[in-house]
């Protein structure tokens, strides 16, 4: 095994340099919330029918983006849905 000797300086640029790739990567990664599932995964992710699906749109109680016949709704926006009608429970 070969050993490599740095100089703080060199040390110090290669943790810049590995600290500018990370930052680099975290940002190209997406944030979960930011993802858009389709009516069907919703469908599925919820567990209810179309029919409730599309009365929650048309009651606002979750927001979605449509293009022409297709739905989406983003991750967020179901996270928030779910902690709006969270009840935690009353007995330990």
Known sequence: MEAIILSKNQYDELLKKIDEVKTSLDKKQKNPKDIFVDNQEFLQLMNISKRTAQTWRDQGVVS?????????YRMSD???LLEKNYRKAFKK
């Open 64 to 72: 979605f983006s449509q293009i022409g016949s297709k739905i989406y």
């Open 78 to 80: 179901v996270e928030k």
